[in-house]
């Protein structure tokens, strides 16, 4: 029997202290055929010194490709791998450079893909085992979401995390065909790609963790292990007073310029029912905040939600 061929599509920047260890497991996977395109974001350390270092240390039946390219971010980064990457797999996996994955990461993910329908958007994500520098274990992050993952919490919440998700040939073939041209609107690759399959085809979540998800000072993005209050006044600071101004509003509305022929008509009134009570009274924004379909997985984060959309801050 064939085993199923998997993309791996890794993004390096100034990771020389640990790739290795993350390349070594990516090798370690069982069960599957693996090629691995490797984009650096215009490194300065010895990354890619390491990595052509690997490269020719391991078994040819592994196809390593290694693109060199200037620093255009975490989110163009990863859209460039898209582009780069032959569509000829059968299923597709985004890598982050300094974790650790479980040798059956990827033929887990596959046999939970394969008992789906193969003819519509699937992505598979899972918790994270949240680790240290030294791979010792935190907490697992994040938890299974209570609530659906559909369109109405895409829209609002990213659930899945990057470096857990692998894509099905559908998702990527349209994703790799209609990546935005302008980026700026865009919160992050992985939110991108969830609000796409949750609005037209189906996530599954695994909450069995199938990485060691490394936290240290040089993450752009992760987990926390912070006080409970003081995460919650960091991120309404960065609501009210930050970089997270108008961000959600953003996102919807390049989705909608996209997308909005392929919405149902339910879809469609949501997302512009959203963007629009948005600039209405406050009246309105209360009535719509009360009431709107839009929803994050967790109660305290559901009404910071509401409240950001009162004062006009999504």
Same mark, same amino acid.
């Given at each position: 029997?064939?085993?199923?061929?998997?993309?791996?599509?890794?993004?390096?920047?100034?990771?020389?202290?640990?790739?290795?260890?993350?390349?070594?497991? %990516?090798?370690?996977?069982?069960?599957?055929?693996?090629?691995?395109? +490797?984009?650096?974001?215009?490194?300065?350390?010895?990354?890619?010194?390491?990595?052509? $270092?690997?490269?020719?240390?391991?078994?040819?039946?592994?196809?390593?490709?290694?693109?060199?390219?200037?620093?255009?971010?975490?989110?163009?980064?990863?859209?460039?791998?898209?582009?780069?990457?032959?569509?000829?797999?059968?299923?597709?996996?985004?890598?982050?450079?300094?974790?650790?994955?479980?040798?059956?990461?990827?033929?887990?993910?596959?046999?939970?893909?394969?008992?789906?329908?193969?003819?519509?958007?699937?992505?598979?994500?899972?918790?994270?085992?949240?680790?240290?520098?030294?791979?010792?274990? %935190?907490?697992?992050?994040? *938890?299974?979401?209570?609530?659906?993952?559909?369109?109405?919490?895409?829209?609002?919440?990213?659930?899945?995390?990057?470096?857990?998700?692998?894509?099905?040939?559908?998702?990527?073939?349209?994703? &790799?065909?209609?990546?935005?041209? =302008?980026?700026?609107?865009?919160?992050?690759?992985?939110?991108?790609?969830?609000?796409?399959?949750?609005? #037209?085809?189906?996530?599954?979540?695994? @909450?069995?963790?199938?990485?060691?998800? &490394?936290?240290?000072?040089?993450?752009?993005?992760?987990?926390?292990? =912070?006080?409970?209050?003081? @995460?919650?006044?960091?991120?309404?600071?960065?609501?009210?007073?930050?970089?997270?101004? #108008?961000?959600?509003? $953003?996102?919807?509305?390049?989705? #909608?310029?996209?997308?909005?022929?392929?919405?149902?008509?339910?879809? *469609?009134?949501?997302?512009?029912?959203?963007?629009?009570? &948005?600039?209405?009274?406050?009246?309105? &924004?209360?009535?719509?905040?009360?009431?709107?379909?839009?929803?994050? *997985?967790?109660? %305290? =984060?559901?009404?910071?939600? $509401?409240? +950001?959309?009162?004062?006009?801050?999504?």
């Amino acid at each position: 029997m064939n085993q199923s061929k998997v993309c791996v599509m890794l993004s390096t920047y100034n990771g020389a202290k640990y790739i290795e260890e993350q390349l070594e497991s %990516l090798i370690a996977q069982r069960h599957i055929e693996m090629d691995i395109y +490797i984009r650096d974001d215009g490194s300065s350390d010895g990354t890619l010194l390491k990595i052509h $270092k690997f490269a020719e240390s391991i078994p040819q039946e592994i196809g390593i490709h290694v693109f060199e390219g200037e620093n255009v971010g975490v989110i163009g980064s990863f859209f460039e791998l898209m582009r780069l990457t032959q569509p000829k797999y059968d299923f597709y996996a985004f890598c982050d450079q300094d974790d650790v994955w479980k040798p059956d990461k990827l033929s887990r993910a596959v046999e939970q893909l394969q008992s789906r329908s193969s003819d519509i958007p699937l992505m598979y994500c899972s918790s994270t085992q949240m680790v240290d520098q030294e791979l010792n274990h %935190l907490n697992i992050w994040p *938890q299974l979401p209570p609530k659906p993952l559909s369109m109405r919490n895409a829209l609002v919440e990213n659930c899945c995390v990057g470096c857990t998700m692998v894509l099905n040939s559908v998702t990527f073939e349209h994703l &790799r065909m209609n990546l935005p041209s =302008d980026q700026t609107s865009i919160i992050m690759h992985d939110w991108w790609i969830y609000l796409i399959v949750a609005s #037209f085809g189906e996530v599954i979540f695994d @909450k069995e963790p199938m990485i060691l998800y &490394r936290q240290h000072q040089g993450n752009v993005l992760g987990g926390s292990n =912070d006080k409970l209050f003081t @995460k919650w006044k960091n991120r309404w600071n960065r609501f009210m007073n930050g970089k997270n101004h #108008f961000i959600l509003s $953003k996102q919807a509305s390049a989705f #909608f310029e996209i997308y909005k022929d392929r919405l149902s008509t339910q879809q *469609q009134e949501d997302i512009q029912h959203f963007l629009y009570q &948005r600039d209405r009274s406050l009246h309105n &924004r209360i009535s719509y905040a009360l009431n709107m379909p839009f929803y994050r *997985q967790a109660s %305290l =984060d559901n009404l910071v939600l $509401k409240l +950001i959309y009162v004062m006009k801050k999504v």
